[in-house]
């Protein structure tokens, strides 16, 4: 708040809080002595009208008209002082969130110890999150699949973001649970890999469906009609509906009279047609088609992201795709609001002069 001539010749110690003053005017007399002491503080100044301000310092010495003299540069932190308040609500939030929503959420080191795990493990696994920190995610899969997930997710090996990872890991009851993977990969301020955070879904139903899917055509038929995840059959050729069972119909909002013969194009908005028809080139051409997430919308209009999973086959002689839909519209919408917190968090985290660190504690200490 002052003017160049207002400050040019007069003490640094007149523009620092009178708490700071003391210990800062010794830091530069050390410094400019030769001692070492630290480069980087915060403290706290005072503005011409009498506001409090904290700042994050930097200094060095330098010459200026032959004498030894420090070059100091402020930035103000005060913003992210006060946030202090707001970073302890948000970290309440943040867990109040991920606690609430039904899949897992996971937070593995760089050799893949879990580092957190959310209470929804327990109802996943059979651990409580106590019994799973410090466990390696391999020590929770099967053995014969923990050997061979860097080939099958070469992605981790990358230390890059996965979806959507299909593996099997072993309930406390000895049992086999398919779950469904996400994973973010965690980097530190000098870039060096710190570990993965996720989240788990099960998916072990859907897996044994798929599984029974690659049975026979009769058994795609008994499965299809009475299958309770949307299902239907479309032409290769005409990308027209030749089949749908009543779970799509009843999610969609149509009559089977309403979509039988119709284009598949009904039930998507049109900005997804160069995909889908990109996508039908490719189930032409090696046996599988459309994968993934995609956008739907209802006969009412509403909009859907669905998870497709598709299987080529002949049906009544013609060239088709049988697709089993999984309407995952409010699962994303809790992953963004999960992703939006976490966001918020180190934004908030990262705007503090201290150091923040997650670690890895030895068991039982």
């Known amino acids: 708040g002052y003017s160049r001539e207002e400050v040019l010749g007069t003490s640094v110690m007149r523009y620092v809080h009178p708490e700071d003053a003391v210990w800062l005017g010794s830091f530069e007399q050390r410094r400019l002595s030769g001692e070492i002491v630290p480069t980087r503080y915060t403290a706290r100044g005072i503005t011409k009208s009498g506001d409090i301000r904290y700042f994050d310092f930097s200094s060095s010495i330098i010459g200026h008209n032959g004498e030894p003299a420090v070059l100091l540069n402020a930035i103000d932190i005060t913003d992210s002082v006060k946030v202090h308040e707001e970073l302890r609500k948000s970290q309440e939030d943040f867990r109040s969130l991920v606690e609430q929503i039904s899949d897992w959420v996971w937070q593995v080191d760089e050799e893949l110890r879990f580092t957190y795990a959310s209470p929804r493990v327990k109802e996943l696994l059979g651990y409580s999150p106590n019994e799973v920190i410090g466990k390696s995610a391999l020590d929770l899969m099967e053995p014969g699949f923990a050997q061979q997930l860097f ?6 090996r990358r230390h890059e973001p ?23 990969p965690i980097y530190d301020e000098e870039g060096n890999f710190r570990g993965y955070r996720g989240i788990d879904r099960d998916i072990t139903e859907r897996k044994r469906a798929e599984e029974a899917l690659r049975t026979s055509e009769e058994q795609y038929k008994a499965l299809f009609y009475n299958s309770p995840l949307p299902m239907w059959v479309f032409c290769l050729e005409s990308l027209t509906f030749l089949a749908v069972n009543e779970a799509m119909l ?14 598949i194009m009904k039930i998507r908005p049109t900005e997804e047609e160069a995909r889908l028809r990109e996508s039908i080139k490719t189930a032409l051409g090696e046996g599988y088609g459309p994968r993934g997430v995609w956008r739907h919308t209802k006969k009412d209009g509403t909009p859907i992201d669905v998870e497709v999973t598709t299987h ?12 089993l839909a999984n309407d995952i519209t409010e699962r994303l919408r809790a992953e963004e609001q999960l992703k939006k917190k976490t966001s918020e968090m180190e934004t908030i985290l990262h705007a503090f002069p201290d150091l923040y660190f997650y670690a890895s504690l030895p068991v039982g200490g």
């Open 151 to 156: 080939d099958a997710c070469p992605a981790l």
């Open 162 to 184: 996965f979806q959507l990872f299909q593996n099997p890991m072993v309930h406390r009851d000895g049992t086999v649970v398919w779950v469904e993977t996400s994973g973010e």
């Open 250 to 263: 009843d999610h969609y909002g149509y009559t089977r009279e309403e979509l039988i013969g119709q284009s």
């Open 312 to 323: 080529t086959l002949t049906w009544q002689g013609n060239p088709a795709l049988m697709v």
